[in-house]
């Protein structure tokens, strides 16, 4: 047995705090869960190169890692850079403006129709999450509209 080793008078003692495993583990675990649930949809009768488990799958697979991910850091009690007093007066107000944005988006996506509601939406939510400037506010949205537009409805052919 070993002695404790001597500390010098009024130095801090060094702790470092584990995060939490609950939120990683209940990822994994809703990962696993969306996995078989998305497995057991039915094979489309159309000739495909995706079925229809593909995306979900792809989705959970992601979920999945993520947890995993979670877990490892908890373990290894990494800390982020950021203490609480940085994020906790924004959190809540971030957190209820996107989800007002995404409850005006499937509003908006009736009467304006896809791509116009996605580039509002996109400019708000870039504006709400801490964007600035004409990058941030224009040209971002302006990519991520024009990328989904051409994924889905130029490239994929599903129309919006």
């Known amino acids: 047995m070993t002695a404790p080793s001597p500390r010098l008078e009024g130095s801090p003692r060094r702790t470092v705090a584990r995060r939490p495993l609950g939120v990683p583990i209940a990822a994994a675990g809703l990962g696993v869960g969306a996995f078989l649930l998305a497995s057991a949809l039915p094979e489309s ?23 995993l991910a979670g877990i490892a850091t908890a373990i290894r009690g990494e800390q982020s850079d950021t203490s609480a007093s940085d994020t906790e007066p924004w959190s809540l107000g971030r957190l209820t403006g996107v989800i007002l944005l995404l409850v005006a988006y499937l509003t908006l996506w009736v009467f304006l ?20 400037g004409w990058r941030g506010l224009l040209l971002f949205p302006a990519i991520v509209t024009g990328s989904f537009v051409l994924f889905f409805d130029v490239i994929l052919g599903v129309p919006l």
């Open 113 to 132: 129709g896809y791509a116009v509601a996605t580039a509002l939406v996109t400019v708000a939510l870039a504006a709400v999450l801490g964007a600035r």
């Open 45 to 67: 009768s159309i000739p495909t190169a995706f079925s229809p488990q593909w995306w979900p799958q792809l989705l959970a697979v992601a979920l999945i890692a993520l947890g």
